[in-house]
Nanobody, 118 residues
Framework: QVQLAESGGGLVQPGGSLRLSCAASGSIFSLYAMGWYRQAPGEQRELVATITTFGNINYAGSVKGRFTISRDNAKSTVYLQMNSLKPEDSAVYYC????????????WGKGTLVTVSS
């Protein structure tokens, strides 16, 4: 069982930056691949970025070059650094954890709201 707690969302102007954090508890963090997903009203939840146990990273094309995902296994935390933010980035951002030894163990945080507006 894993509990995920996102933080760092808020209101930023276009072109600004924001750093999201997701703290995990309840299990061995290093056994989980981590990811960030986002969902805007009326839209499907979409993958933003993922990072495996050993640091293999994948980004959605819409954020590549602007966002950076990273993880600190010692702190059981995954981060999403968001730069050059655009209004289309506005969404609720969700943290995801997937057990690499059992992919049916899949967990979600409650989400943190990011609004990009002038």
């Amino acid at each position: 069982q894993v509990q995920l707690a996102e933080s760092g969302g808020g209101l930023v102007q276009p072109g600004g930056s924001l750093r999201l954090s997701c703290a995990a508890s309840g299990s061995i963090f290093s056994l989980y691949a981590m990811g960030w997903y986002r969902q805007a009203p009326g839209e499907q939840r979409e993958l933003v970025a993922t990072i495996t146990t050993f640091g293999n990273i994948n980004y959605a094309g819409s954020v590549k070059g602007r966002f950076t995902i990273s993880r600190d296994n010692a702190k059981s935390t995954v981060y999403l650094q968001m730069n050059s933010l655009k209004p289309e980035d506005s969404a609720v951002y969700y943290c995801n954890a997937r057990n690499v030894l059992d992919n049916t163990n899949n967990y979600w945080g409650k989400g943190t709201l990011v609004t990009v507006s002038s």
